[in-house]
Each structure stands twice: as C-alpha cells, then as structure tokens.
C-alpha cells in the first residue's frame, strides 16, 4: 500500500510525490498501473518489494546507481 | 509565467522591462556602492531579475536555436517506460528530484571563503557564471543524455570522443571525488573541533539513523514520511540535548575530540559506513539530510526576505591583490576556482546525464529542468555570501584566517585583524563565541562555521532572537555535517566501484564488485586515499582548507571543463557549429582559469601559492637541519615536503587531464567539420535509428 496522498493528487500528494522522487523512490500508482497495461497478467511487486527494489537501485553504485552532488 | 506570455503580448513586454530595469537599478547598486553597507534585498533582487531575464531569453534561445528541442521527438522514459527507472514525470517533481540531487555543500562553502575579497566579486561571479556557464553545461549534458537512452557523462565521451579520452575522463573523476570527500570531511572536522555540542548532535545521528533504516526496512516497509518525522524529532532532541552535554563537565570531555581524533573518526567511520548494507545507515541518513537540506534552504530564503539584514562586509576588500588570509592567489584566476558550485559545477554532468534524463517527459521541459535548476542552486550560493557577509567582517576574518596568522586567543587575533583595516575588539570575539554556545570561534575555517554564524544571524532574527543564536548555530552545523556525512558514504562507495573498475582491468579477478575480500580492500584503499589528504588538512596549520579547497575547486572546474568540451564537440557532430560559441564561451573561460590556476599551484615563485616554492623552501632548511615552524621536527620537515610534491602531481594530473581532452576535442571537431553528415551518435529520432540503438 502506499502512503498516504500519493494517490490523491492536490497540492499535498504533488508535494509527497516530489519529496519521495527527490530520493529515488518513483511513484507506485504509475508502476502498478504500468504493469497492469503493458505486462497483463503478470507479477507485479507488493510495495514493500518495490520499495526494497528502487532502495537498493539507488545505491548500487556499480551499475548506474547515481551518488549525488558535492 | 509562458501562459501570462501568450495571452496578453502588450503587459508581457511591459513586464519584462520592468524585470530589466529593476534588474538593472539593483545591481547598480550592489555593484557601484562605497563606504556604506547595503541591504541584503538588493542583491536578492538583483540575482532574481538576472535569472528570470537569462531563463526567458538566454535558455529559450539554446534550446530552441541552439539545440533544436524537438518536442515530438520521443524521450528515454516514454520509449523504455519500465514504472522504474525510465518513467515520465510531471516537470516540477522532476525539477525538485533534479534540484534535491545537485544542491549539496559546494555552494555554501565557496562562496563563504569567496568573501574575503567582499561581496561584489562574488556575487558577480556567480550571475555571470551560472547564466553563461553552470546552466549552459548542465541544460546541455541533459540534452545530450536524453537523446541517448540516458547514458552515463563517461560512456558519452567514449561514444562521441574515443574510448581513450573516455578512459582519462575516469580518471579525472575519480580524482575529483578523492579530493572532494577530503575537502567535504575537513569542512565537518573544521566545524567540530572543541565543540562537545556539535560532536555530540553529529555523532547521534549514526544510532538515529540506523534505528531510522530498521524501521523502513522491516517494521514499517517504505513509509519514508513517517520515518523522517520521527527522525527529525530525534534529531532535534539531540540537538537540545547537545547543550546539557556541553554544559556538563563529565559529559563535556567525551565529545570534546582533537581535529585529528576526529579526523581518524570519520576515516574509520567511512570505512565501516561504506561496507554496511546500504538500507542500515546511507539510505536512511540520506532521506533525512535531503529533507533538512531542502527546508533549511527555503527556511533561508525566508528568513533572508523576512530579516532584510544589512551586508556589513565591504563590497571590495584590499585582499582582491591576493593577500588575504582565508586563502591565496590572487583574483584571477582564483575567485573562479574557490566559487564552483553555484556558478558552474563540473560535478553536474554527472547529475545530469543520470537519473533526470530517463524521467523527461518531453524534449521542451529541459530548459526547465538543466537551466532552471541550476538557477536554483547560483540562489543557493547567493543566500550563503549573504549569510557570510551579514556579520563583522572581522568576526568573519576571525573564523576563518588560520591559526598561524592570527594567533590562538582573542586578544592577538583582533590586534592582527583590526591592523587589516577591520575593526574587532577581543571582547566581540568572545561574545560571539558565547552567543553561539562554543568556546571559540577562532580558526574555524572551512565555511561551515561562518555559514552557520551567518544562519544563526539571521535566523534568530526571525524566530527566537538572541537567546536562540546558540541553537540555530548548531542546526546550522548539524544539517552540514549530516549531508556532508551522507556525501562521505555514498562517495568512498562510488570511488570503490571506480578503483575496482581501474585496478580491474590489469587484475580482472578485482572487478568483481560481489566479493567481500575485494569489497574490503577496495573501501580500504578509497578511504586511504581521501583520508590522506584529510589527515594532512587537519594536521597543516595553515588550516588546510588553504591547500585542499583550491585543488577541489580546479577539480571541479576541470570536469565542468570536460564537460564543455563534449558539448562543444557534439554541437559541431550535430552541425550546429554556428551557435557553437554558447560553449566555446564557457570552455575557454574555464580552461584558461584551470590551466592557469593549475599552473600556479605547481610554478608560482610565492611559498604561499607555489607548491614548488614551499617544498623548496622547506627542503633547503631541511637540508641545513633547521626546522621551521609549524614543524616541530625534522621528521614533520620532511613530511611537508613530501606533501608539497604530492600536491604538485596532483595539480599536474588535473593540467594533464585538461590538455588532453582538449587535445581530444580538437580532433573530433576537425573531423565533425570535414564532413558535410551529421555525425553525433543519438538514439530514437526515427524508427530506424531507434532499432539500430536496440540492436
């Protein structure tokens, strides 16, 4: 389940949006609809497995993980 | 604003000279005044009129003329659209996500130090650096990487230039972020040393963060809300709780740690830190400074435009002939050297030809985006000379001339720094201390401290007044250091993956990233890097902030240098050679002050500038067996020598890396123009072109 606001956009779920982008962690509505129209049928991870999955993305700075600015 | 554009052209026009004339009036004054201190709103206003006037008019040209945005052209995220990484997404939450990943401690720090020649070079600086330059670079690289699947600065340069100027810009980079993380971890030692409250807050972050990671990862799965709000309460319980620590004795003198104590702490720390699974302790610490960092900046900007303090520095100070104490050299090419960040930052291509490219949602959100938000960050910068310019100027020489200038009590330093022309009493020095809630404020180089002084100034006019200076100084230092901690984990892991990757293609059993034996020995060899030049900052007692921010700034330049070049030699691939001068502008400017600065820092004749000059200077009483102070003997004479040649090579590699890719660049535009073909290597403008990048 996502938190909170992220499905109802007013200026707060824009605001949440932002902030969850702003360290790496895209929007999981977008994903679970993206599967459910491009990949019918098939698995699509539990929220907490996406989370896992876009944490530890992040950080693997060995293939295309992205360190941040000085 | 392009809405109110269209529907009525009259009132727009009338806007903009509106725009252009306030612009005009507000520098006018920020420039041309003498003898008296201005309002800090001038300059507000002087640096938003630049910005609007260069995004309306200046970004809209390149991406329209110069670069041609095609907004029917298919971007990364809709062609490959994953729901992960590739995703289009709204412009302003990708504009924040784009912002949150290039602001970091660079642009508070050099323009802290960039005061010591007044307000005005700086400032003007970070106007015509960041419309010209930083912008251009980083709108540019993102323009670039979007029209190739994303693809990483490094693979750019390999496929438009030649693996082997790919090769040297690795090299580069990772040089760059060897000095960065000593310069960023001295910046966090300068702003602890003697100071229980602030080590203590510092220190509490680790155990708070670590608990933080737990929770999201098992207890509460992915609630990053949540997570920061107690996390930010824990940590404000820590900061409150850091004065009761230092005003206990027994307390007091565990958290009261020497610069090389704490030094050797955050080697040790960023060893242990970079081989803990990721979730423990960088991703959790990393949500939380990215959200401090975020709200403290607009906390800034409101507290500036609420307070409107006065800038009490002068606008031109007698230290532009290069005399000043904070560091040396003179105006060229070393103002433009020591403000990267904030008015062009190499670092950025790498920002920008990252994440943000697989997320565009259309080719015309790029302007937005590339040189929208490296507006943002030159605002940033602007906000920092702001805060270092709003207190006594001879408090701000106090904090930040070194010890063997200025002397180690409060008497001594206000008779050397009043002799400079800026009056100070000792009994001022004292009170700031006290205000402030340390013992002294004395030396306290790196720009931390200043900035945090300069916050607390300003902030405690806005909320809680001088009873409060004591603990905004603390946020001050705590948001630092808590995103300067984060940058010191996540970057001994990045410069791991690069040694690995190096050292891998001559023992290829290295490059495995899954081994621990390899895991070890390379965190070990990445912290053993940064931590020596760390070491040797800390122990210098010229303050090493001398030595080390100079050499980070040329770094840093030197890949904003690289970068330029790519771009430069893409726009003539592309055969846009008629608007190529929007680059070759930048490149020449930052070539000629990198090459120079480079070259200074190795030939000069001066002790204080020259490596050379001061290692033969120290090597000649060394020989004679004297021993010159700060040494106190032999064995430390010889250290210094010895460190004065691995600067100088250092310095060397960093000319080297430059000529080279320009030599690169030359190559690859003569060839561009020897053919009448496009010969830029972009993905998925035709079907056709888009298959071939697939095949």
Known sequence: MPEPGTSTLGLAGWAVRTARLMVGVPDYDTYVEHRKVTHPGEPVMTYAEFFRERQDARYAFGKGGRFRCC | ?695
């Open chain 2, 1 to 695: 604003m392009t809405a109110l554009v269209r529907s009525n052209p009259k009132g727009h026009w009338a806007l903009w000279v509106l725009v252009v004339i306030l612009g005009t009036v507000s520098l006018g004054v920020v420039a041309l005044n003498r003898g008296e201190s201005i309002n800090a709103a001038w300059l507000v206003v002087a640096a938003v009129c630049t910005y609007l006037i260069a995004y309306r008019f200046y970004a809209l040209f390149i991406a329209e003329k110069v670069l041609r945005v095609d907004p029917a052209r298919p971007t990364p995220a809709q062609r490959h659209n994953d729901g992960l990484d590739y995703v289009p997404t709204n412009k302003y939450v990708l504009f924040g996500h784009h912002f949150a990943a290039i602001a970091g401690a660079g642009p508070l720090v050099g323009p802290v130090l960039a005061a010591q020649m007044g307000y005005l070079p700086g400032t003007l600086w970070i106007l015509a650096g960041v419309v010209f330059a930083g912008a251009v670079q980083d709108m540019i690289v993102l323009f670039m990487s979007t029209r190739r699947d994303g693809r990483s600065l490094g693979d750019m340069i390999r496929a438009e230039m030649g693996p082997v100027a790919g090769g040297i810009a690795l090299v580069g980079v990772l040089l760059i972020m060897i000095i960065l993380l000593a310069v960023l971890a001295l910046v966090v030692v300068k702003a602890l040393v003697g100071s229980p409250w602030g080590t203590f807050a510092v220190v509490a972050t680790i155990p708070i963060a670590m608990l933080m990671g737990i929770y999201t990862r098992f207890i509460r799965v992915g609630r990053i809300m949540e997570m920061s709000i107690i996390g930010f309460v824990l940590l404000m319980t820590a900061l409150l709780f850091g004065r009761t620590v230092s005003e206990t004795p027994s307390l007091a003198v565990l958290f009261d740690w020497k610069g090389e104590t704490l030094a050797l702490a955050i080697i040790g720390y960023g060893f242990v830190a970079s081989v803990l699974p990721v979730w423990l302790l960088l991703a959790p610490r990393d949500y939380l400074s990215t959200f401090l960092k975020i709200g403290t900046i607009c906390l800034l900007a409101i507290g500036i435009i609420v307070v409107q303090p006065e800038l009490k520095m002068p606008a031109v100070t007698k230290f532009v002939d290069g005399t000043g104490p904070v560091w040396a050299g003179s105006l060229f090419p070393f103002l433009f050297i020591t403000i990267a960040c904030g008015a062009v930052s190499g670092f950025h291509s790498l920002i920008s030809s990252g994440t943000t490219p697989k997320m565009i949602e259309n080719e015309d959100q790029i302007r937005l985006i590339g040189y929208g938000g490296m507006l943002m960050e030159s605002f940033v910068a602007i906000m920092a000379l702001i805060a270092a310019t709003v207190i006594e100027p001879g408090v701000y020489f106090a904090m930040n001339s070194p010890a063997g200038v200025i002397g180690t009590t409060v008497d001594k330093a206000s008779q050397v720094i009043s002799a400079w022309g800026f009056l100070v009493t000792p009994e001022m020095l004292s009170q700031m201390a006290s205000d402030v809630g340390e013992h002294t404020i004395l030396s306290r180089a790196g720009g931390a401290p200043t900035l945090a002084v300069g916050m607390a100034h300003i902030l405690s006019g806005l909320i809680g007044g001088k009873a409060m200076m004591g603990l905004w100084y603390h946020f001050a230092i705590l948001f630092e250091a808590l995103f300067i901690l984060t940058t010191v984990d996540a970057g001994t892991r990045v410069a791991r993956f690069m040694i690995q990757d190096l050292i891998g293609s001559v023992i290829p059993p290295f490059k495995n990233t899954e081994s621990w034996v390899n895991n070890l020995i390379g965190s070990a060899l990445s912290v053993t890097c940064w931590g020596y030049f760390l070491y040797q900052g800390v122990v210098d007692p010229l303050g090493g902030i001398n030595t080390l921010w100079p050499l980070f700034g040329i770094s840093n330049q030197m890949l904003a240098g690289i970068a330029l070049i790519l771009c430069t030699t893409v726009l003539f691939k592309m055969k846009h050679e008629r608007y190529a001068w929007v680059t070759l502008l930048p490149t020449t400017w930052l070539l000629a002050c990198t090459l120079t600065a480079g070259m200074q820092k190795i030939f000069h004749p001066s002790p204080r500038i020259g490596f050379l000059a001061h290692a033969q200077v120290f090597g000649d009483a060394l020989a004679q067996g004297k021993v010159l102070a700060p040494a106190k003997n032999l064995e430390e004479m010889s250290r210094i020598v010895f460190n004065d040649y691995i600067n100088t090579a250092l310095s060397a590699a960093f000319v080297g890396v430059v000529l080279a890719m320009l030599v690169f660049g030359i190559v690859s535009i003569r060839k561009a123009l020897a053919t009448s073909r496009v010969t830029t290597a972009e993905v998925g403008g035709s079907v056709g072109s888009a298959r071939a990048a697939h095949a």
